[in-house]
């Protein structure tokens, strides 16, 4: 299948040339930058950027929040009711490592709720598209799978996304309030999020710092994919009543910490 909605489509096609220009650079030895000043991941943050901000221009006259660009004052900012949020490489670790677990990441903002996202990780070879009223997908190859979250059916084991080094004690609280088995489930950048989008796993708190363009493009795609990402409550993680995260309400560019869910 294709995608219907020309504008994600368009937004695929730019975060898949800016992957190009990460994967240049990914992909050589990292001992060539000891002797200069720039960083393998400076670089392709920087080339990725340029590609990303050059894209939508040439489509949208919207304004745009990258994390290579975020100098811009809350005076101006809060004016926006329409913006592209951007965050041309997210997983600085996995970069480092080469273990491909990085991304990049273009939401459509619109009254502090994200409507479109895409989410590239250009070394998996993988997309994950969302667009509210319409669903959520993966594309590998130009082919698009549908994605639907996955809610835990009160038998099954409990697949919580977290860090693989450590759990804090407020995850271990959390695990605790759920009752039964779980199972951790470990990955990288933003693909954290779209794991629960895809059904692989059922929850994923996050309970450290992350900025606005780290989550924007695939809380997209939780959303349509039929997932909540709300803010979360260290003392009661499981509050139904939570208020769901919001981009641009504020100076900071920082999230609360959150709940992602299905």
């Known amino acids: 299948?294709?995608?219907?909605?020309?504008?994600?489509?368009?937004?695929?096609?730019?975060?898949?040339?800016?992957?190009?220009?990460?994967?240049?650079?990914?992909e050589k030895d990292f001992a060539i930058y000891?002797?200069?000043?720039?960083?393998?991941?400076?670089?392709?943050?920087?080339?990725?950027?340029?590609?990303?901000?050059d894209g939508l221009k040439a489509i949208s006259e919207l304004p745009i929040l990258s994390e290579e660009s975020a100098d811009i004052p809350w005076e101006e900012r809060q004016t926006w009711t329409s913006y592209w949020l951007v965050d041309p490489l997210d997983g600085t670790k996995?970069?480092?490592?080469?273990?491909?677990?990085?991304?990049?990441?273009?939401?459509?903002?619109?009254?502090?709720?994200?409507?479109?996202?895409?989410?590239?990780?250009?070394?998996?070879?993988?997309?994950?598209?969302?667009?509210?009223?319409?669903?959520a997908w993966t594309e590998v190859d130009g082919e698009f799978t549908p994605i639907t979250a996955r809610k835990h059916d009160g038998s099954e084991v409990w697949k919580v996304v977290g860090s693989r080094s450590h759990q804090s004690p407020e995850i271990k609280n959390l695990l605790e309030q759920l009752g039964g088995e779980s199972e951790l489930v470990a990955m990288g950048s933003s693909l954290k999020l779209c794991l629960v989008a895809e059904g692989e796993a059922h929850l994923y708190p996050r309970l450290g710092p992350t900025s606005e363009w780290d989550t924007g493009?695939?809380?997209?795609?939780?959303?349509?994919?039929g997932a909540d990402v709300t803010v979360l409550d260290a003392a009661n993680?499981?509050?139904?009543?939570?208020?769901?995260?919001?981009?641009?309400?504020?100076?900071?560019?920082?999230?609360?910490?959150?709940?992602?869910?299905?």
């Open 34 to 53: 000891e002797k200069q000043d720039t960083s393998p991941l400076t670089e392709a943050d920087l080339a990725a950027h340029h590609v990303i901000v």
């Open 237 to 262: 993680p499981l509050n139904d009543n939570a208020e769901a995260l919001t981009y641009n309400q504020k100076e900071s560019v920082l999230n609360p910490f959150f709940l992602v869910s299905a």
């Open 94 to 135: 996995e970069f480092i490592k080469k273990n491909g677990e990085f991304t990049v990441n273009i939401a459509l903002i619109e009254n502090g709720r994200p409507v479109m996202g895409v989410v590239y990780a250009p070394a998996l070879n993988k997309s994950y598209v969302g667009v509210e009223n319409e669903g």
């Open 1 to 26: 299948m294709a995608l219907a909605n020309t504008l994600a489509e368009s937004i695929l096609r730019i975060a898949k040339e800016a992957g190009d220009k990460i994967m240049v650079i990914y």
């Open 217 to 225: 493009a695939a809380h997209a795609v939780a959303l349509a994919a």
